[in-house]
């Protein structure tokens, strides 16, 4: 690669739980950061961090060799990408990186306008929670051409550990596909936590008892033992973005004409949590909400 595609100035969009610890991880590894979030008290925390906080969309994209988005969603991610004053920011040949949850389908067709007018697209998703993106072992999962790819990859290694997972899109595919798992996951765990509670049993004793065993998943390792038991319910995941992302896996399996049943249980039955919830829950709340439950209330 030669020295002048090197990247050094990056814009960031999306300065929320997951998008404030990146941008700070930039700064330190040596990365100018223009930060832009419509939030001012979020704008506000990057420059405590060491960004350089953008008073519009266009000047977090002015002069960037890079722009990452890290946002809730495709609707919001398109509205960013596609605005006319974003894209007149931006420098020939910058590339944009979706590392949001965004929609896989919707990505290509992103990736077709923007490159268009000379601008790739990357898409980037990550697993790992706000404490993987404080501590910089995030899985950040690649979808797009090789020579983008191959640009953003020391700016993605800051991140944690990146996986090519194929073509434009496939990033965000198997993103949403991984998160499938981990609801089904968590609310299984839920119910098998409220049976043996009512049984008589432990949780503590049975989280530890299928941590040594083939029930074991990210949510008896992680999520039960530092967020349910606990009592904080505070992963700074919320349970809406977890929908989002099911929501997402289900509607592929469906255009691809896969089978998914358990996952359209999963998507219904968190859909009646997430209507019965706060807005703003933190998706580990569906163990509270699953203990609240019994049978003759379903
Ligand atoms: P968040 O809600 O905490 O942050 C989103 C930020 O985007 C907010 O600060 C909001 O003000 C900002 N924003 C919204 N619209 C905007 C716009 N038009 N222009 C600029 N800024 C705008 O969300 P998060 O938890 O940081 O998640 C971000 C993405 O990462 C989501 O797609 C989510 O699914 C994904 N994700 C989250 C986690 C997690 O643990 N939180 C883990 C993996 C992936």
Redesign the pocket.
Known sequence: MPESDAISTIGF????????PMVARLVEAGFHVQA????SD?RARAASHGAAAADS?AGAAVGADAVIL????SD?VE??ADASDFTAALAPGAVIVD????EPLRTRALAGRLGAIGHPLVDA??????K??VGGS?TVMVGGDDGPVARVEPVLGVFGRSVRAGGIGAGHAV?ALNNLLSATHLWITGEAIAAGERFGLDPEVMISIFNGSSGRSGSTENKWPNFVLSGSYA????LR??L??MRIAVGLAAAAGAPSRLGEAAVELWGEAADGLDPAADHTEIARWIEARDVVSH
């Not at 890290?70 to 969603?73: G, I």
């Not at 992963?235 to 919320?238: K, V």
């Open positions: 969009v999306g300065l929320g739980n997951m998008g404030t832009f979030d419509v939030s979020a969309l890290m946002l809730p969603n919001i509205s960013v590392m949001s949850s965004s998703p990550v697993s790992g929670g706000v993987g993106a995030l993103k992963s700074g995941f919320g973005l977890m989002k992302d």
